[in-house]
């Protein structure tokens, strides 16, 4: 068998990692993993970069940011398989919410509405607006300052954006200490039935196929480790199937539930994973499908355009000066090749290409493949735009919009 260790956050979307240690996914690959529990991305980042993990359940963004060498000395991680997409919720205190529409179930369904009643409430509140978010580099955050931009909302001036831990975050807003937060599950479920607050934005509803976690490894154990990388892959993909299959949701909630992985009740983590919330105490459940996707639909495909979506959040916002090299980077953060390659012969349908205009499919689309069928799922912004990764200067320019004086 060969070691690997792998570092995880306790979230309802390390399960995929979860569930091939824990249902032999892994071991029918001859791989005995190590699973590393931690509390902040920021550890996990360190973990990966100086070699105590050979690889790392991965906020999208900060794969793409490492490499670039935001924050830290440049390092070239491989992001050759996707975890999931989605799974993340924004909530905010029940007197903060009390300045939105009052339906939350209205909130959740018209992004655009809510985000104008956002901006309205920040001169309402008693102070400007405090929002946790998990990582400045997480898909969490750039979803919130695109959907706030959106309504000419400044994040980086008319709020105020605080990095926590994902776990820390109910006891932040218990305290009064932030006026909402958005990360992934089970922290809003968590948040709701302790009547901490509402949900009034969902991730789905922002990019319905919004990139969220990633599997990364430092792209040089990537080259020099391809059968074990391979094998690793392929034990995610066949673990990511049983993950979003719904006859597994009640075990997979149950395992997720242990102390040391997720380690919050099996009823609450079931919620996302069904798609299936509410979205204050004591409210009835709704539905919101496609809330947290681990396989279906090519969720696992790392598409390099997603690589630049990324890039170019951190081009808008001032993160990074836009140049080809770094353009270049971070597309190749998104290893399609590595997936291809490990999935070659597997009957694993994949899309034909490795880029794609996103947010431009407005139903399912049958999609060219190297063999068997795939069909695509819908992928719209809320704002209706799409991004073309060939058009990115042009994208940019059409997103120069005012934003609140």
């Given at each position: 068998m060969t070691p690997l260790s792998i570092a995880f956050l306790p979230l309802t979307d390390s399960a995929a990692i979860i569930v091939a240690a824990e249902m032999g996914f892994a071991e029918a690959e001859g791989i005995a993993l190590d699973l590393v529990r931690d509390t902040s991305w920021a550890t996990v980042r360190d973990r990966l970069v100086y070699g105590q993990v050979q690889a790392a359940h991965l906020l999208a963004p900060l794969a793409v940011a490492v490499t670039l060498g935001l924050s830290q000395t440049p390092c070239a991680i491989a992001a050759p398989f996707k975890l999931n997409d989605n799974g993340n919720a924004?909530?905010?205190?029940?007197?903060?919410?009390?300045?939105?529409?009052?339906?939350?179930?209205?909130?959740?369904?018209?992004?655009?509405?809510t985000a104008h009643d956002f901006a309205t409430a920040i001169?309402?509140?008693?102070?400007?607006?405090?929002?946790?978010?998990?990582?400045?580099?997480?898909?969490?955050?750039?979803?919130?300052?695109?959907?706030?931009?959106?309504?000419?909302?400044?994040?980086?001036?008319?709020?105020?954006?605080?990095v926590l831990p994902p776990s820390l975050m109910t006891e932040a807003l218990r305290a009064g200490e932030i006026d909402g937060f958005i990360a992934g599950e089970p922290w809003s479920s968590v948040a709701i039935d302790q009547g901490l607050g509402e949900i009034a934005a969902v991730g789905v509803n922002i990019w319905q196929r919004g990139v969220e976690k990633v599997l990364g490894s430092r792209a040089d154990w990537a080259s020099a480790n391809p059968d074990t990388l391979d094998r690793l892959i392929r034990a995610l993909a066949r673990s990511a199937a049983w993950c979003d299959d719904p006859a597994n949701r009640e075990a997979m909630a149950g395992l997720l539930a242990r102390p040391d992985y997720v380690g919050q009740p099996a009823k609450l983590i079931a919620q996302a994973l069904a798609g299936r919330m509410p979205l204050r105490q004591g409210a009835e459940p709704v539905d919101i499908p496609d809330f947290l996707v681990f396989h279906r639909g090519a969720a696992n495909f790392p598409w390099r355009s997603q690589a630049l979506w990324i890039y170019s959040q951190f081009v808008r916002w001032n993160m990074i000066q836009a140049s080809p090299d770094s353009e270049r980077a971070a597309a190749d953060v998104f290893r399609s090749d590595l997936?291809?390659?490990?999935?070659?012969?597997?009957?694993?349908?994949?899309?034909?290409?490795?880029?794609?205009?996103?947010?431009?499919?407005?139903?399912?689309?049958?999609?060219?493949?190297?063999?068997?069928?795939?069909?695509?799922?819908?992928?719209?912004?809320?704002?209706?735009?799409?991004?073309?990764?060939?058009?990115?200067?042009?994208?940019?320019?059409?997103?120069?919009m005012p934003l609140r004086d």
């Open positions: 924004l909530t905010l205190s029940a007197e903060f919410a009390a300045a939105l529409d009052p339906s939350p179930r209205s909130r959740i369904d018209d992004p655009i509405a001169g309402l509140h008693h102070r400007k607006p405090v929002i946790g978010i998990v990582h400045r580099f997480s898909s969490h955050a750039l979803m919130l300052r695109y959907w706030l931009g959106f309504a000419g909302v400044n994040p980086d001036r008319d709020v105020m954006l605080r997936y291809r390659r490990a999935l070659a012969g597997e009957g694993v349908p994949m899309p034909g290409a490795s880029m794609k205009v996103e947010g431009a499919l407005n139903a399912p689309l049958g999609a060219g493949t190297h063999s068997g069928s795939l069909t695509l799922a819908p992928d719209r912004f809320f704002d209706g735009r799409s991004f073309d990764p060939d058009a990115i200067a042009a994208y940019l320019r059409a997103l120069e």
